[in-house]
């Protein structure tokens, strides 16, 4: 069979059949993992295929660059004090689940650290593709957003940190390399939009996912994965929102949510070719059960009882928010990848993470009525065309008109 064809295949088994299982309640990345791992058991080491990691690389990059343009300061400042208080807990529960992994599991500190970020951390770019499908209101979707993205700045500070502080050398120069790309991006789009973008009408978009994959390379580079630097590009991006309006508008995030959802499913694929065999072992199902079982509830009750006990939110909302920020996926797969190449992690402990992770992710589907998609269908108010319209004073263009054909007697 020529490789044409395989890849013709492929792209047709991962983006059809996800979505056909979707009725089912099965969410679809999930369903591309499985096939990763089948393909994996199937095929051997010829299911790592340059193009398939390309494709990858990709679609991480691009959820994580939507992630960032998501980032609205602003409406962060506006929740300042809760959410000062939601990541001083989370840092309490970092640390304590770091100390117990460094106690109990016989692991390093930074191995210990990288396990708690994989429990813990909601997978911010996943959670802000599938919001819409959820049935949660304004404010709730409001907290959720905020909670997910407080959660994933302070995440990628410590994971750069960790992987980083085991040579103090290496950690400055790794920072000083970081503070020069923050520095350098907003010139670098600023520049592009001064000498490109007049000459190239309706470029922004291409140069938006070429910056941020530049910006994920060098953090690649740096040993700290793709998604810090498509994080950051996204949220220069946001920031310099005023000066260059097109650079981050609407229409760009939505051409950008379709781009990762075309991409998405290989990382999901890829991810699951990555799996080896000794985690796929009914030791480490039942460790991961166990995980699931005592940390799931944990950090599901955490986040209920600071909304109803400090913040006297009423008890169905604050269930709709804990169980939203549920889902770990990307980022425990990506910790859960690092620490299995660069901190041979046991492949007990690995197949644990998964399926931990995989179980999270399947909760919302079921507890709130919605399956999750990586392209959900956007109906915020102000989203469509014509509301934007009525909201500058306009008058929305009526439908152009249906053309009858002739009536022909006889």
Known sequence: MSNELIYLLLIFGLLVIPRALQRFKLPAPITCLVLGVGAMLAFGDRVHDPVIV??????????????????????????????????????????????????YLDLSWQAAALVALALLTPSTGFILDTLERLGLDEEE?????????????????????????????ELATSSLVMLAMIVGLPLLFIALGRWVVPHAPGSEFSLLVMVGMVAAFITYKLGVYYLVGAFIAGLVARMLRLRMPRLASDDNMHALRLFATFFVPFYFFHAGTGISRDALTWEAAGLGLVITLVVLPLRIGMIWLQRRLMFREERGSSFKVSVALAPTLVFTLVLANILHVRFDLPGVLFGALILYTV?????????????????????????HPEDRMRAEGEAPRPPPPTRQSPRITG
């Open 54 to 103: 390309l494709l990858s690389t990709l679609g991480i990059s691009s959820l994580f660059l939507f992630a960032g343009l998501e980032v609205d300061l602003a409406a962060l400042r506006k929740g300042v004090g809760r959410l000062t208080v939601h990541l001083g807990i989370r840092v309490l529960t970092l640390a304590g689940m770091a100390w117990l992994a460094w106690r």
């Open 359 to 383: 179980l999270n992710t399947m909760l919302p589907s079921f507890l709130l009525h919605s399956p999750f998609d990586v392209d959900p269908v956007d109906d915020r108010p102000g989203s």
């Open 141 to 169: 979707r409001f907290w959720v957003t905020s909670k997910a993205i407080a959660g994933e700045l302070l995440a990628l500070a410590a994971l750069f940190v960790v992987l980083q502080a085991g040579d103090p050398m």
